[in-house]
């Protein structure tokens, strides 16, 4: 079956620069969250879209931003970046039918910052 | 707000123990509940769930029964294998919407040895 897809699945990026990430929902599902796993550390939510708008949206800085696109696909912008923001980043879609369907995750993108 | 407590890891157990880990949960209304399974290196996969009160989530030997009384989802498997090791988090999803988020616990890392 069809998952989630992320790219990359590692980023290497120097301070202050910036960083695209991409995500693919799975066929279907029309709706897209953004999680942040630190080390060790369970996922913070960012920001989710549904039917190409703004959902909900969490701790996600004012130099991160994201757009999902008309083939439901989304990107996460991340700017200025700092070495806080290494971390595992995981985009996750789920398919309209409210609270009761989980949500499925990607494996994640990597960012480390230098 | 909605909160999810676990119980604080590592647990180890030798092969073929019983496991439990604690999941307590505080949410408005009826939340729907999970729980996900990480592997090292790898996504969150969702491992069962339950969407109302009394029911049991179960796959793959591990169990969870939806206790609305005591606001809890504690996670249960009879005999563990070392292919069990992974970090596990009890999520829930709560009924503000089609696109509401995951508030997930802070995971409880399962080490078993032979």
């Known amino acids: 079956a069809a998952g989630v897809i992320q790219s990359p699945r590692h980023l290497i990026k120097e301070k202050r620069e910036t960083a695209t990430l991409k995500c693919y929902p799975i066929p279907r599902h029309d709706t897209v969250y953004w999680y942040q796993q630190g080390p060790g550390q369970d996922p913070q939510f960012l920001i989710s879209f549904y039917e190409k708008m703004q959902s909900d949206k969490g701790s996600i800085p004012d130099r991160f931003s994201a757009q999902q696109f008309s083939d439901y696909h989304s990107e996460l912008n991340m700017s200025s970046l700092e070495l806080g923001d290494s971390a595992l980043y995981f985009c996750?879609?789920?398919?309209?039918?409210?609270?009761?369907?989980?949500?499925?995750f990607g494996n994640g993108t990597r960012l480390t910052v230098t | 707000g909605n909160s999810v407590t676990q119980m604080e890891g590592p647990v180890t157990l030798s092969e073929e123990a019983f496991l439990t880990i604690n999941c307590t949960y505080t949410?408005?209304?009826?939340?729907?509940l999970f729980w996900y399974v990480q592997y090292p290196g790898e996504g969150l996969q969702l491992l069962l769930k339950?969407?109302?009160?009394?029911d049991k989530g179960s796959n793959k030997g591990f169990e969870a029964t939806y206790r609305k009384e005591t606001t809890s989802f504690h996670l249960e498997k009879g005999s563990v294998q070392v292919s069990d090791s992974a970090v596990y988090f009890c999520a829930l999803r709560n009924n503000t919407g089609t696109a509401s988020k995951l508030t997930f616990g802070t995971g409880t890392r399962l080490q078993v040895t032979l």
């Open positions: 996750a879609s789920s398919q309209r039918g409210g609270y009761n369907s989980p949500l499925h």
């Open positions: 339950a969407t109302k009160a009394d």
């Open positions: 949410a408005t209304g009826y939340p729907s």
